[in-house]
């Protein structure tokens, strides 16, 4: 096997594995082995090692002594501390983004994603096309991260949204009809185009703490589904993950 296949291989694993993970079908607390995966997957021992090792560090997996790795459990401070640390970072990005100033073709690309995110709202209030908001809403922070000039903040942010429940797709309502999660997404649309206007205008501090109130709205919504309705527990995937 060549650099670039073995490579290829390893990229797979990696998104297959953490989409399992993520998705709950490996659930906190299951041990994993690399032969059977290698198997499952139709691939070598190496690549699949590769991708558990990467998994490690993005917090998902946990090494054991006797050999394996077992899927992380996460408790609710942990995911809480995660959106946190998101929010941060997304501020960092947003407050940078506004000091130093943003290239006028950079802010036309992010408002006319913002301009399409308008689009995926009905007139009635949570009425929203969920998969296109969804698909809108990660190239939005994926933009937003980037304007900040800097790789570093972009690349942390990325690796941010890794983790479980921290992306700013976490808690979204999905396809189930989650009609307080649809109604927080035009407050969070309206928090979108306010990053916009304050990064236009230079207000670096205004930029920054509409980003990091934004990614609480994801801390909001676990809370709703942990503690006011559990019974939406199964209609988000994942949520397994998550111990009391």
């Known amino acids: 096997m060549d650099t670039g296949e073995a490579k290829t291989h390893a990229t797979r694993a990696l998104i297959e594995l953490r989409k399992r ?13 690399e ?11 190496t690549p699949v090692r590769e991708a558990m090792s990467r998994l ?8 054991v002594r006797a050999g394996g790795f077992v899927v992380r459990k996460f ?5 809480v501390d995660a959106i946190e640390l998101r929010g941060v970072l997304e501020g960092t990005a947003a ?9 006028r073709r950079a802010m036309e690309r992010i408002e006319q994603v913002a301009t399409e995110l308008d689009s ?28 900040s ?14 983790l479980p429940f921290a992306s700013p797709s976490a808690f979204l309502p999905d396809k189930a009809d989650i009609a307080a999660f649809r109604r927080s997404l035009n407050t969070a649309q309206e928090q979108h185009w306010a990053i916009i206007s304050a990064i236009a205008n230079r207000e670096g501090a205004r930029a920054e703490a509409i980003a990091r109130e934004h990614a609480r709205t994801a801390r909001r919504n ?3 589904v942990l503690k006011e309705d559990r019974s939406l527990i199964s209609q988000v995937p994942g949520l397994a993950l998550v111990l009391d």
């Open 149 to 162: 000039g800097s790789e570093m903040v972009r690349s942390e942010v990325e690796r941010m949204k890794r």
């Open 56 to 63: 490690v560090e993005e917090g998902l997996l946990e090494r």
């Open 120 to 147: 995926c709202f009905g007139e009635v209030l949570g009425q929203v096309d969920f998969d296109r908001y969804s698909e809108l809403n990660a190239t939005f922070h994926a933009l937003l991260a980037g304007l």
């Open 35 to 45: 032969v059977p995966l290698a198997e499952e997957l139709a691939i070598s021992r």
């Open 21 to 33: 993970i993520l998705s709950g079908e490996f659930a906190g607390g299951m041990r994993l082995f």
């Open 75 to 79: 408790g609710f401070a942990d995911v």
């Open 95 to 103: 407050r940078l983004a506004a000091e130093r100033g943003v290239d």
């Open 222 to 224: 676990l809370e709703y």
